[in-house]
């Protein structure tokens, strides 16, 4: 078993993606487009359209996790309801500033104030909470030792 892939929620899958690429340095895999009715119906909304688009992550070569942003514009059947807003995702930067002023210049928001923390391990690292244009998490960390 392994890692494959984060999925975010998002109401503006284009406006996202654009975000994670400009903010994170994420790559586009797949452009945002709408997907055919395989994808609805396994998500259980098989009325829906279903829009999505793929990213690389940072960092992690050709073959690494991906981040899959997608929408759908359809009820359940059973009342529970797709939203936005409700993933979180970290990316480990080099510079913690530049990281920050980078997610808030694409759209971001910073939630918090830049904390250090040492785990039990004796790591230590400096961290933030940010939210992206839809309100998803992300937690920007650079390792101190």
């Known amino acids: 078993m392994r890692f494959d892939q984060t999925k975010f929620l998002a109401d503006d899958v284009e406006r996202l993606s654009r975000f994670y690429v400009d903010a994170l340095d994420c790559e586009t895999v ?3 487009q709408e997907v055919d ?6 998500a259980g909304v098989p009325d829906a359209t279903i829009a999505l688009s793929i990213l690389r992550l940072p960092g992690r070569g050709d073959h690494g996790p991906v981040l899959e942003l997608y929408s759908v514009s359809g009820p359940r ?16 930067v080099d510079d913690l500033e530049t990281g920050i002023g980078r997610v808030i210049a694409a759209g971001g928001s910073q939630l918090g ?4 923390w040492t ?3 004796g790591a230590v ?3 933030v909470y940010l939210t992206d244009p839809e309100g998803n998490i992300i937690d920007l960390f650079v390792r101190v030792r």
């Open 77 to 92: 059947s059973d009342g529970w309801s797709y939203r936005s807003g409700s993933g979180q995702i970290a990316f480990e």
């Open 125 to 127: 690292a400096r961290f």
């Open 30 to 32: 797949v452009d945002p």
């Open 113 to 116: 104030e830049v904390v250090e």
């Open 119 to 121: 785990a039990p391990s």
């Open 37 to 42: 009715g395989a994808v609805s119906r396994a």
